[in-house]
């Protein structure tokens, strides 16, 4: 991967925080077509830098495999598939990124990206915390939208939702509860207070429910994958 590859995946990058609210002045270039984005973060204050670099490491490695066989032979709309990348920021946390163009086959896609980072999870440790979201916005949060407690409604809810150890949880609304959560508060939240996270029985229904996830990978096979 060169230079201008890590630098086109950096900038993109940025568009995994969702604005916090509407009086939060967006000068981050959206693409020109929707596109799916997410994030895993290992984010564990009692590991020093280079033990999370190589558990990043590793997750990274098993994300491929996860995906390896979609990207291979899923008629993706934009023919090129999930790409993955790893930020190395000097001033915070490495994380693996990802991005995927659904612009052709928007419902399906997404929905099947949500699946294959939820086996993910399952698999990761309880350091290990992934966000998703289009350049559009909360799409998970939009599906559930006549579900949603008042607290995480627009914009309340931006940054909130994650996926820890294979389930869907809130950042809970005492932290900043007239908005939704900045990047350095999410980080430090989790970082030190993941343990107060919590589930929502509806919320988690309904994404189960719209992904297909409990037939997943069946719902997803098409003649032309192998499983």
């Known amino acids: ?32 077509e929707t596109t799916l984005f997410f994030g895993i973060f290992y984010l564990d204050k009692w590991h020093d830098d280079d033990e999370g670099k190589q558990k990043l490491e590793k997750a990274r490695v098993q994300l491929m495999e996860l995906i390896g066989i979609w990207n ?36 399906a896609e997404e929905r099947l990206v949500v699946c294959l980072l939820q086996k993910l999870s399952e ?34 809810g931006n940054n909130r939702l994650w996926l820890h150890q294979g389930k869907f949880k809130f950042i809970p609304s005492d932290l900043a509860p007239h908005r939704g959560v900045r990047k350095q508060e999410a980080q430090r939240f989790l970082t030190n207070e993941y343990f107060k996270l919590s589930e929502n029985p509806n919320v988690t229904e309904r994404i189960k429910k719209v992904t297909g996830m409990a037939q997943f990978p069946r719902s997803y096979v098409v003649e032309n994958l192998v499983s």
Request: with cysteine; net charge negative; proline share 5%.
């Open 1 to 32: 991967m060169g230079k201008e590859d890590l630098k086109e995946i950096d900038s993109a990058s940025k568009q995994l925080w969702v604005n916090e609210s509407d009086a939060y002045l967006d000068v981050v270039e959206k693409p020109d």
């Open 72 to 107: 291979l032979s899923y008629p993706w709309g934009n023919y090129k598939g999930i790409e993955i990348g790893t930020i190395w920021d000097s001033d915070e946390k490495p994380f693996i990124f990802g991005s995927l163009c659904v612009e052709r086959h928007q419902e």
């Open 123 to 156: 698999q990761l440790d309880s350091s290990f915390f992934i966000k998703t979201c289009t350049s559009e916005g909360e799409f998970l949060l939009m599906e559930c939208h006549d579900v949603l407690p008042s607290e995480y409604q627009y914009p309340m």
